[in-house]
């Protein structure tokens, strides 16, 4: 399994154009992707600011996701919102309750 991690802080007047564009990506993935093992996006209470955990099955499904269709339209949509580009990160899983 290959772990990700994202943050990003969307402009103020843009969080509900955020999270729609948000919703509409992580359908897409959930339809569309099923290497993707989990695609989970959270905004932090009470800020403009996002995180997102993803988990790939493997190196090919996470290839896949970054050359996907709806993965460019994301960028396209959602980098405009932002303050600055997303961070992403690989993390590695100490532990979960995920099955």
């Known amino acids: 399994m290959i772990h ?3 943050s990003f802080t969307v402009k103020p007047d843009k969080v509900r154009d955020a999270t729609r564009t948000i919703a509409a990506f ?4 959930k339809r569309d992707e ?27 499904a996470e290839q896949r996701h970054r050359t996907a269709a709806h993965t460019t339209a994301f960028v396209e949509a959602l980098y405009p919102l932002c303050e600055e580009e997303p ?13």
């Not at 992580?26 to 993935?29: H, L, P, S, Y």
């Not at 961070?87 to 099955?99: E, H, K, P, Q």
């Open 26 to 29: 992580v359908d897409a993935i």
């Open 4 to 6: 990700k991690l994202a």
């Open 87 to 99: 961070d992403f990160v690989d993390a590695t899983l100490v532990r979960s309750t995920i099955r």
């Open 34 to 60: 099923p290497g993707v093992a989990s695609y989970e996006s959270f905004q932090i209470a009470g800020t403009t600011a996002f995180r997102h955990t993803m988990t790939f099955r493997d190196a090919k």
